[in-house]
Nanobody, 121 residues
Framework: QVQLVESGGGLVQSGGSLRLSCAAS????????MAWYRQAPGKERELVAM???????NYAASVKGRFTISRDNAKNTVYLQMNSLKPEDTAVYYC???????????????WGQGTQVTVSS
């Protein structure tokens, strides 16, 4: 099995910064895409940012220019640097990874347990 463990959430004032981390452990052979999603109260879960194994990135329009996604393939870890935070960024942030547990296994998508980010005005 594979576990994704997030850290780095918390309470920050508007305009502040936070850095989220998500480490994958367990039966990891290779990780393809990694991503961050978020879900605010009463809203659907939405994609925030995605990064391929090769480092190509994609961002939601609402965070482009403020958030940066990166990864360390040697550590099976993905990061989300969040700058210029706004109250509307308040949500539970979830890590997502597409993982192969063996060279001949199909890829499976795994989710972290979520970490709360609260931005006060």
């Amino acid at each position: 099995q594979v576990q994704l463990v997030e850290s780095g959430g918390g309470l920050v004032q508007s305009g502040g910064s936070l850095r989220l981390s998500c480490a994958a452990s367990g039966s990891v052979f290779i990780i393809d895409n990694m991503a961050w999603y978020r879900q605010a109260p009463g809203k659907e879960r939405e994609l925030v940012a995605m990064i391929t194994r090769g480092g190509s990135t994609n961002y939601a329009a609402s965070v482009k220019g403020r958030f940066t996604i990166s990864r360390d393939n040697a550590k099976n870890t993905v990061y989300l640097q969040m700058n210029s935070l706004k109250p509307e960024d308040t949500a539970v942030y979830y890590c997502n990874a597409v993982v192969q547990i063996a060279w001949n296994a199909a890829s499976t998508t795994y989710w972290g347990q979520g970490t709360q980010v609260t931005v006060s005005s």
